[in-house]
Every structure is written in structure tokens, then in C-alpha cells.
């Protein structure tokens, strides 16, 4: 089991790693319901602010229970979130998690991901303790599987299918091959 008490805020060249809270709701709202944030992932889009609200509740609790870790996302000098990034999906018996990610769209392409991606790897192999770090994405999303092979991980193949059609590649990436 994990403790995330206290939050541990994580801190770049550019970029500050923080806990969300219910002040971020209207950021949470506008990611989450925003289609081209949500078009790979496999989760149900909030439909306003209480849905907002109910999300950073969820994963606060999740968060205290020590089942997952979730920071937003923001620049420095600026207290606007702007995405978020998350370990979770905690497989204690081989020290696995899952990594999860979303940024504004107007932020792509920025490096700000790759940034943020950097911090929360190294805070999961050297702070956690973790072995392997996976992540599950759409294989249509082109970008998100370039910042992880970016990141050192492995394309372990396909993980899935749904109606004839692979769904889901699930990356890997092994602390010893982690590069700090």
C-alpha cells in the first residue's frame, strides 16, 4: 500500500505537479468534457460541473486510500490547470502501476506531456519503488504512442479486440531501462 500523505508536488523546468482540488473543477470540467480530449479514452465524458465535482472526489478518495495518484497539471506562475497525469491501476504482487495522461488541446504539441511524463516516471521507479510501469492506449492515437516510446517504453502488442477491431496497445516500461 502506498501513502500519498503528504501530496507529493512535483516540480519541472516549466511545470508544477500538484493535487487536484474541488477549485480546479471548472479546468477538470472543460478537460473532461472537451471530445478531443476524451476521443481515446475509455472513460465517460463529464457532463458538468457536478459530474466535474464528483471526479476529484473520486480520486481524492482513491488518493488517501493509497489506490491510485493523480496530479494536475500546471505552468509555472500560472495556477489555470491544464491537464493531468495520473499512476494507478496498482498491481502490488510485481510493483506495477498504470500511467495515465490529458492535456488541453491547446497545449499539445509543447513538450509540456513529455515534461510532466519525465517527473511522475521517476517519482514512480525512485519514490514508489515500482518495477514496471505500463501504460494502455489506443493504437489510433498517434501521439500519445510517441511520448511513450519517447519515454523508453516497449509496444508489448495488442492487448485486445472489440467487434473484429484492435482496441488497445498496451506499453511497458521496465525501471532498469528507465533513463533518469
Known sequence: MYSFNPFPILSTTRLILHEITIA??????VLRSDPRVMEYIDRPK?????????????????????????????????????????????EHSNHSVEIGYSLVP??????????????VLTY????????????????????????LEKNGFINSGFLNQQNNELKN??????????QL
Open 24 to 29: 480546479d473543477q471548472n479546468e477538470i470540467f
Open 46 to 90: 463529464v457532463q458538468s460541473l457536478n459530474d466535474a465535482i464528483d471526479w476529484i472526489q473520486f480520486i481524492h478518495s482513491a488518493t488517501t486510500n493509497g489506490e491510485n495518484i493523480v496530479w494536475g497539471i500546471c505552468l509555472k506562475g500560472a495556477s489555470r490547470l491544464i491537464g493531468s497525469i495520473c499512476l494507478w491501476n496498482f
Open 106 to 119: 491547446e497545449y499539445h504539441r509543447r513538450g509540456i506531456m513529455n515534461e510532466a511524463m519525465k517527473a
Open 124 to 147: 514512480g521507479f525512485m519514490q514508489m519503488k515500482v518495477t514496471r510501469i505500463t501504460a494502455v492506449v489506443n493504437p489510433m492515437n498517434k501521439s500519445s504512442n510517441l511520448l
Open 169 to 178: 496497445v498496451l506499453y511497458i516500461l521496465e525501471a532498469q531501462k528507465h
